[in-house]
């Protein structure tokens, strides 16, 4: 049996060992399908004697702290810490006891009180704008004037040769026609230019030819967004740090996936952290209304660039597989992969009951990822297929976000704005080159094939199924069978980690719940296959 000891403290209270009857039972629960896991008490803690009188002594609102201690390797180690008051608990006058359940204390319960609260975040940071292409767009160039014969619509091509060095751009009728019925048109020309060296051209976007010097050119694409800026716009980091420190919980926000704080250990040298590099570590965020009309005179006003950190956090880990946990004054937020489990316990010697089933979640058949806008017709890098497992798994999951459609070109397309509600907002890639930030590839990084491609081959339900029309693989599934629950002996000195995975006789499997039990030195551990 663990040798443990309760005490308890408040400002009325000096801390002081108390002696209550309990369970001997704390459970660990992994909470909402996340990284991290919870403790709770299981079942009341009754004060006697003079500890009843103690606490009943103690003013009804004041919070009283009660942790439990246990002696491993020469020294008490704490084990839980939770919170009462007088309110909470049930008192018998004639047996003298005061009855209660502690609420857990712990790094989450700061966190998950605030994170649920909208917040304006049009202050976090400073304003920044996302040049529609990386380069120097140089437009109305070289251009010349002929007469071509009528046809419906004017010309499709030039009118005269495209000079060297350019690109085809447009053709403007002068609304002249001579004596002969031919109309008078002038054709333009354009180009973008960009910094590489005398071998070697910019390391953007692709289509170089070399001028000379340093210089390059290339034509513009067909989506290159009109090229108008998007203004008025908000570091994603900035707004990570922002509504942490609206929190008030003096949490520092770390990531190595977006570039942030990152002094934490190393991330794996894995595809999805190659993609963060180049894609998601200047994430900028633009409010809807401003991608739709940016030549507008009116940006977003502040009222409308509120979030909740939650529904943040959840659009992060839908579009990214990006997932969080608390350590100490850390919110850590990475990739699923990041969090790639050890093995915390070998039982593949233990004899275990070799019953399982699917768990009460099952899983799905087909999962479908939509954007905010999910009524909208986006184009085929942004509009996602489903993912599917064959004849596996029943029902759809339908994923869509809170606050995100990142289609901008799209969204700034007239035609199309009609499916787009004003509110929320794109996620939008951009890379450094030079003084500006530029877009990258029409912001396809952002789009769900280059998602789901790039970070969602993790956390499937199933070993093989179809991503992007594509047959595809996948691994760090998912476990949705539960087993039976297998209990241990387990003593002070070995390790405890939930968060790892167990071997047993049947294969790996993932805890889901696991509880101590103190007075038989056992763990209970609740898991899937």
Known sequence: MAKTRWKIVSDSIPEVQVDPTWSGLVSHDRVNDGVYFRAKLDGEMVFHKADYQTVKDA????????????????????????????????FDEDR???????????????????????????????????????????GGQECCMDHVAPTPGGPTGPVCAVPSGYCFDKNYFQDAVDGLGNELWQSCFHRVVGVGTPTTPPPYASGWTYISGNDWWRCPGNDDLEFVPLDNGRWLNDILEHLASETLCSLTVRSHFFNLNAT???????????????????????????????????????????????????????????????????????????????????????????????????????????????????????????????????????????????????????????????????????QEVGAENAIILNNTPMGWSALHGNLH?????????????????????????????????????????????????????????VTKNYFQDTVKIEANL
């Open 264 to 430: 934490h250990d190393a991330p794996p040298d894995n595809t999805p952290y190659t993609f963060a590099q180049d894609n998601c570590h200047k994430l900028q965020v633009h409010q809807k209304s401003d991608v739709k009309r940016p030549d507008s005179t009116n940006p977003a006003q502040s009222f409308v660039w509120k979030m909740s950190f939650k529904k943040l956090l959840d659009d992060l880990e839908n579009m990214f597989n990006v997932y969080w946990k608390i350590d100490g004054t850390d919110l850590i937020l990475e990739h699923i992969t990041y969090f790639e489990a050890a093995e915390w316990l070998d039982l593949s010697q233990t004899s275990i009951v070799k019953l399982y089933e699917k768990s009460e979640n099952g899983a799905p058949n087909r999962e479908e990822y939509k954007y905010v806008d999910k009524e909208a017709t986006f184009t085929a890098d942004f509009a996602a297929y489903p993912i599917t497992y064959g004849a596996c798994g029943e029902g759809t999951r339908e994923v869509t976000l809170n606050y995100f459609s990142n289609d901008v070109v799209y969204i700034r397309t007239t035609d199309n704005q009609a499916e787009i509600s004003d509110a929320g907002f794109c996620m939008v890639a951009t």
């Open 59 to 90: 003013p009804d609102c004041e919070e009283i702290e009660v942790f439990l201690e246990e002696y491993c390797d020469s020294a008490w180690v704490e084990r839980f810490r939770g919170t009462f008051t007088t309110y909470d608990c049930a």
């Open 457 to 513: 081959k993790q956390r499937r339900f199933f070993p093989s199924g179809m991503m992007n029309d594509n047959p595809e693989s996948f691994t760090f599934l998912r476990k949705t069978r539960k087993l039976e629950p297998i209990t241990v002996a387990h003593c002070c000195g070995d390790a405890f980690d939930p968060a790892g995975y167990i071997t047993t006789t049947i294969g790996e499997a993932t805890v889901e719940r």
């Open 96 to 138: 003298c006891t005061a009855s209660v359940t502690p609420k857990l204390k712990d790094d989450y319960i700061c966190f998950l009180k605030e994170y649920t609260l909208d917040k304006t975040v049009a202050n976090a940071g400073d304003v920044v704008t996302a040049d529609p292409f990386a380069g120097t767009y140089q």
